[in-house]
């Protein structure tokens, strides 16, 4: 299946509110059937494991609603861990669900406004992660994002879609089911012809200087890279 990036309904900066919260409802519902914390938190449990008794710090690059990174943040107080969480995005409207979100859920996470493509990324973390995210930008500007979060002091993960004609079926048909929601419909779809696949992502990673990146196959029809600093 060849790539083909096509602007998504989620990205207009003027989508209307209630659109956008019924949206985010859905990825919500996505990322649990999907268990998208669970893809990232193995590395981050070993990394915590081997750093016993060191606080950590986290950042989630376009953390959308904010439920991937208060799922970590809970993951690492039910282990024990010091693992102290922030999310980053672009969009002021998704910021302020993400912050009613961790409220609601008891999470100490802050949220705060930073385009990943609009200058650098703060330094200052331990582990940068993104979900579902690479796949909205050409490789030129993935390989800039990836480069960005490479500046993480210890470890960098991506979990993203899987291009392919499974994929896409799988996208379609598990959209209408987990959710109502008409923009989640159109740019589910969307969004797995957008993708890489783990070749690809490879490629992209060298490019970034994540030249010791593994990129692993993970269920539903994702791929998850990981760099580690030496």
């Known amino acids: 299946m060849q790539r083909k990036r096509q602007p998504e309904v989620m990205d207009q900066p003027d989508l209307d509110p209630a659109l ?3 949206a985010l409802r859905g990825l919500r519902r996505i990322n649990w059937i999907s268990r998208s914390s669970a893809i990232l938190w193995p590395a981050i449990r070993d990394l915590a494991r081997q750093h016993s008794g060191d606080s950590l710090r986290l950042l989630d690059v376009a953390t959308g609603g904010g439920d991937i990174p208060i799922d970590l943040w809970h993951k690492a107080r039910r282990a024990g861990f010091d693992l102290q969480v922030d999310g980053c995005d672009r969009n002021e409207y998704a910021l302020e669900q993400a912050r009613e979100l961790a409220k609601q859920r008891g999470a100490d996470v802050r949220f705060f406004a930073q385009d990943a493509l609009g200058g650098p990324l703060p330094e200052e973390y331990d582990i940068v992660v993104c979900s579902l995210f690479l796949h909205h930008f050409d490789p030129s500007d993935a390989v800039v994002i990836l480069r960005r979060m490479g500046l993480a002091r210890r470890l960098v ?16 048909v598990g959209a209408r089911i987990l959710t ?6 159109i740019d589910g779809p969307l969004s797995v012809a957008g993708a890489y696949t783990c070749a690809e992502a490879r490629d ?10 593994i990129v692993r ?4 029809c994702r791929w998850l890279l990981e760099w580690h600093r030496n």
């Not at 196959?217 to 539903?220: D, E, H, L, S, V």
């Open 180 to 185: 109502r929601c008409r923009v989640v419909h």
């Open 204 to 213: 992209l990673a060298r490019e970034a200087g994540l030249t010791a990146a």
């Open 217 to 220: 196959r993970r269920w539903p």
């Open 157 to 172: 993960l991506v979990n993203d879609l899987r291009r392919g004609v499974g994929a896409w079926l799988l996208a379609w």
């Open 20 to 22: 956008h919260a019924a």
